[in-house]
T-cell receptor, first 114, second 113 residues
Framework: AQSVAQPEDQVNVAEGNPLTVKCTYS??????LFWYVQYPNRGLQFLLK??????LVKGSYGFEAEFNKSQTSFHLKKPSALVSDSALYFC????????????FGSGTRLQVQP | ETGVTQSPTHLIKTRGQQVTLRCSSQ?????VSWYQQALGQGPQFIFQ???????GRGNFPPRFSGLQFPNYSSELNVNALELDDSALYLC????????????FGPGTRLTVL
């Protein structure tokens, strides 16, 4: 069975500072990894994905994520946080064995203070 | 905007009733997935349809059923509603492929009283 862990319920960061939202995963085959963001009363918006290739993936709104196979991690990062980045962030995984469902973590609330 | 639409936006039902939720996928997408997001949790996979055929199911009871139409829109039906069915129901469309991205609609908020 595949699983995702987001160990922090909430991350607080000051505007302009770098941010990191942590994610670790477990899958049987090779992982396909995704980050989504959710604003209040909205659906999920896709930020970025890792399929294969470079371990550093760049996505929307200045976000990037680093894939680390040995640590089974896929942490989301941004060099300089904005107040508008405050939202709920979800990490998700699917494997390459044919199962198409995404397995999501429990989410991390990012709060960026002015 | 993802081009994925869901209706209705909000719905209030009572225990034991039945509900149908609808989803229109993004143009060109042939796969629809449904997820349940309870308050304070991540989305949980219900099932997926690919070209009108069910392509996987999560750990949900049989009273959760669905279908996909020739135009790739989809319905989620829930019978015999229970209080725990209160949640945000999310539909996601994608173009089938291992690395494909699922694009989500805004969701339907279901409240069961």
């Amino acid at each position: 069975a595949q699983s995702v862990a987001q160990p922090e319920d909430q991350v607080n960061v000051a505007e302009g500072n770098p941010l990191t939202v942590k994610c670790t995963y477990s899958v049987s085959g090779n992982p396909y990894l995704f980050w989504y963001v959710q604003y209040p009363n909205r659906g999920l918006q896709f930020l970025l994905k890792y399929i294969t290739g470079d371990n550093l993936v760049k996505g929307s709104y200045g976000f990037e994520a680093e894939f680390n196979k040995s640590q089974t991690s896929f942490h989301l990062k941004k060099p300089s946080a904005l107040v508008s980045d405050s939202a709920l962030y979800f990490c998700a995984v699917r494997d390459d064995t044919g199962r198409r469902a995404l397995t999501f973590g429990s989410g991390t609330r990012l709060q960026v203070q002015p | 905007e993802t081009g994925v639409t869901q209706s209705p936006t909000h719905l209030i039902k009572t225990r034991g009733q039945q509900v149908t939720l609808r989803c229109s996928s993004q143009s060109g997408h042939n796969t629809v997935s449904w997820y349940q997001q309870a308050l304070g949790q991540g989305p949980q996979f219900i099932f997926q349809y690919y070209r009108e055929e069910k392509n996987g199911r999560g750990n949900f009871p049989p009273r959760f059923s669905g279908l996909q139409f020739p135009n790739y829109s989809s319905e989620l039906n829930v019978n015999a509603l229970e209080l725990d069915d209160s949640a945000l129901y999310l539909c996601a469309s994608s173009l089938e492929g291992q690395g494909s991205v699922q694009y989500f609609g805004p969701g339907t908020r279901l409240t069961v009283l």
